[in-house]
């Protein structure tokens, strides 16, 4: 039956991609030539039974409108053909529309169609089907087809298609920046080993009994053995592997646009990130627009979208931002301080301040069970847009929030917020007693915000633990973001569309270890904040070292923007001896974990230069620059949280024939 | 002792990189400017006590010279420092040499050296050792590492360094001009899942019980749902793995510049790959220049070599000859016939010919076994260099040849070599008989190539059983490229530094099953001669499927040069009912086997266009343009035979936390 069915396509005409007429190229189109074109057959208005008229779809070159007009069988030709199927053309050119693009590129000679053309319309002279769109897929606008259906998604969906094709431009721009700067692409394995880095590993068994790859979380020691082997610039987009549990947004291959540079300090490699992305506004804004659709923001490409209304719409879109530089370079300590986590949203118009100095002990004990003189710390959140009374509509927004708190903050940590009320005793403060009260206002220095309080207003209060900062916020810094997002969602604050760009330095080198990260295995009871390679910030932080290891900061950067961090990256251990003292000494490390790493040592002892590089996460760059939280929008063919392709249905069953390949002595499991 | 060694290291100051003045700009270097340079101390000439000369090597810029002139403490300082350690210079310019290069591009603000800076002399300041080069590592002209010191050979060898650097230019170039034609680049994933391509891939076992990924041996079938997902132009730099008995040259994984283009004909995929290609000559000219040492010729840039003998040699290298195109396409059939292999070296100047017309069957009796009327086959050689004696000469060259045959050619295959010579009866061809003698001078159609015989042109004859061909060459085809090459090694013939491009098509869809490669699984007795995917080539190909399959041609293209297969492409079955009769009514897969490309079936089924597309074997094209036999010489960190990179001994011991993660029911072998 199979060969029946197929032999019946042959006949209809479907099999005929072997003797397609040769495809027009630009020079061909001009008014009255005849031109063969392939594309989908994307819409059809039917005038009268003599007059059809259809669009075919060509991505990447005008909008095409052809017309049945020169003889009443075309008509039936075109309305034979079912929607979105793909089909050859043959017509005759009628009309011509050209637009003058600053940017247009000379036509190659193997481009289909002239760059300034934007709309060709067309007498039919002959169609031909060459595949058939089937019945069974109903296609309404803003359509959502499930994962398994990705292809119909990147077909039929805008924002998913043109994020994948700003992806590619921004990746070709950031590499053409990297070449012109001296940086040269050198590829590296992704079938490496097992090394104790810091994540889980994906392993690739062998036929060698015993012996497996491992997939690389990164090119991390590849390129540092490369700035031993007199590389001065190396950049590669690598894919990286991690065997995470998924949380939100993470996948467990990426990209990573990876760099690194010999005879650099972190402060060469910021210069060099920074002037990387700053060139991307530009990039972006020749190609594309910013448009919005069902609340969605999402780019456009200004031309050749084959679609004459989406032009229209890029071209009345918005153009990115530029990025003001240079980025703001904060202290780990600085930003916890401030902001309450360590990758700050600088949008948000409203800081944290410690308050504990002028709160009574009574409302301290109010709002936490902390001993210890815990700190306290507030922020004042002053609408910026309100309907109506004020205290009424924060008071809604106050229980909103608060039923919506982010997960993990629920119990031990949830705020204690006032609305500002000057119809209420002591305008609604009066927990913090007439001293507290008066104190808030005082305007003392860190106190600036709370001045000037107005009806709507609402401080959030939060108490701590009374030690250093530890980890990636506290709970009032991710209270803060949610009080932003709750208040740009429900109108209260204005959308804002900026980047807000930042370095965040000096972090700690350790962090006490944890349950979720396997860290470098050593017994020191502390692992590598990043990894074991990050350079002591200072003399002072070598010091440290032997002294008081968990105070030692590392010459480490992330860069933020907007609350996301894309990418970190330090100044490297240069010296070998130093290198295996961390190992060894401070994190205590086995003897077989140093040996993991010995081609590293030796890399780092033959001479090797300092070295200082950065690691950007290119998948959520993408994202950030189009506006999506998800790096499943930017991707072709993401996985779930579970890690599975539906697309195609992967992981598939290991079958018992693999089973035996790579570990001879296994035998099926009796069934029992 | 660790912490002292460091702390040792720490007061000697080569843990300084966290103070190093911030380097010099492009826009410092101005004479008589004071300028910081971090580089590799490369050279020392000690002139006197107090005058001492040398050389800072940077990457990417000029030849740099530092003097101890103003103090004779300083050159106290230059001798103190081991050579090839990386140092921090402070100097004053005393010299600036410029050459203007037609393609400098300006300096970016990033730049640190003016890009038309050839030569800087340097009054010495002040110079730091950054970290030191080691005693034990011996340094002598062209010295070859162990692979194990793979960072130490790509430091110190000129022509690996090159070439890493001619494999970052071309892989920029091409990505720029796949852009200029409207291809956009799209990531897919390397976590794929196992299916019966044809070659056995590498597992990725998972957390979830009896799940794995398997890596991509190619971005096939992703690529091909992005053509149903009316993607008009794909490309990606795809990373490919195949778990094969590693034969000479290939590698476990392997990048491919990956490509595929909807609505499109093998002819329209050859043009565009076509038009790639035959760009690069300009763009390597542009950077590099041939040159040869130690009889290797391998690239060297034109300038910013830090370096200047290497920038004078350069200068006088040899530039890439362009291409000729179009490319000849000629038919698997045609290849064979004439030059006995499926990747033919255009540059060899003579070809086979069939010659049992002529031959008496005493003749064919006496060279061959094999009965059924044989088919006998001849090519000539003729040396165009000579010294001495031709026919001893010749005679010499026989032996040596026959005494080095291909592997796999010596047993029933030996070829038997006649040299003309004049002083002998029948100028040494009396075996053939008079008639035989005579008719293979007549001139006659075919066999002109043996006409007006010289002393010391060599025949080369051989016999090959009476049937069609198969595979990718006959036993005289090899015979024919041992000829060629070692007449060049031998001087015999000139070298050809030329690149004879070639398209080979027509290639038979399917192949009788072997032992080598695991096919598609089905129970037919063969397999897809690429994979199941190719398109019969005409409608009587499609019509050669139901009646005699191992004829029908598919619409497959490689591209070859001089001998090297650089990659295959093909247009595509875009059908859902023809591929699925492919799979399981032609090639007879299993339920399962089909199942397993339900992903596929289904994106071709919604209306999928027709498509065609190419893979670029990426290192060999790196290679070939680089005048190398081996990939390993532009990979980085290449693997072994074994599949080994001793650089950092991967693949490790899988570990038993390992084994019980990702197979919980494993349990260690009891030792016995």
Redesign the interface.
Known sequence: P??K??LN??RNG??T????P??SKAADFVEGNRVNI???LSKRRVQNAELVFANI????GPNIQVTSASSQSYSQALRSI?L???VAVTGTITRLDKEDFKAA?PD?????FPSNVVNVELDLVTIKP?????KD?ILSRDVEFPASS??????FSNPL?SR??AR?RI??EL??SL????F???????????TPEGA?E???????R??????PQSPQ??KQ??M??????YYQFA?C?R?EDLRADRQ??F?QLDLEM??A?G??VM??VE?LVTELPASLNAEFRLVESRGEIHPLPLRNSGNSQERRDAQSGLAWPSFAAPFPRLTYQEVMTRFGIDKPDLRIPFEIRRVDQILPAEFVSMITNLKDQPIVEAFRFRPETRNGNAVESSTTFVKKLINNLPLGIRCHNVPTPIVFNTSKPMCGLSSLGFEGFEALQSCAPGLEDFQDLENGDIIFFLARENKPFQGGSTALGMIRTAVYREAVSMGLLPRNLDFKFLWVVDFPMFMPNNDEDPGQGGSAGFSATHHPFT?????KD?ELL?TDPLKARG?HYDLVVNGVELGGGS?RI??A??Q??VM??ILRMTDTGVE?F??LLE????????HAGFALGFDRLVAVLTHTESVRDV???P?SM??K?L?????????EE?MR???P??RP?TSS
Chains 1, 2 share one sequence.
């Open positions: 199979g060969g069915k197929y396509c042959v479907q099999n991609a072997n003797r397609l040769p495809e392939r594309g989908f779809l060509v991505t990447n079912r979105h199927s793909p590129k190659s000679p193997l481009s289909r060459l595949n058939v769109f089937p897929i990705r292809h119909l998604q990147i077909r298609r994948l094709a590619a990746g070709l590499r053409n070449d012109k700067v001296g040269t692409e050198v590829e590296t394995p992704i079938l490496f080993k097992s889980r994906f392993i690739v068994p062998t036929r060698s015993n012996l497996a790859y491992a997939l020691q590849y053995i490369l031993s082997a007199g590389i001065r610039g894919r592997f065997d467990p291959e990209t010999s005879f300090t402060q060469d210069d060099a002037s350079a002591p910030l200072t003399d070598v032997t010459d100044r240069h010296l001896v130093l295996e003292y060894r000494d993991q010995s081609h890399a780092l002892r033959v001479g090797c230069p300092p991707i072709a063919f996985k579970k890690g392709d697309m195609v249905n992967s992981p598939g069953e290991i079958t693999q390949t790579y570990f002595g296994w499991p």
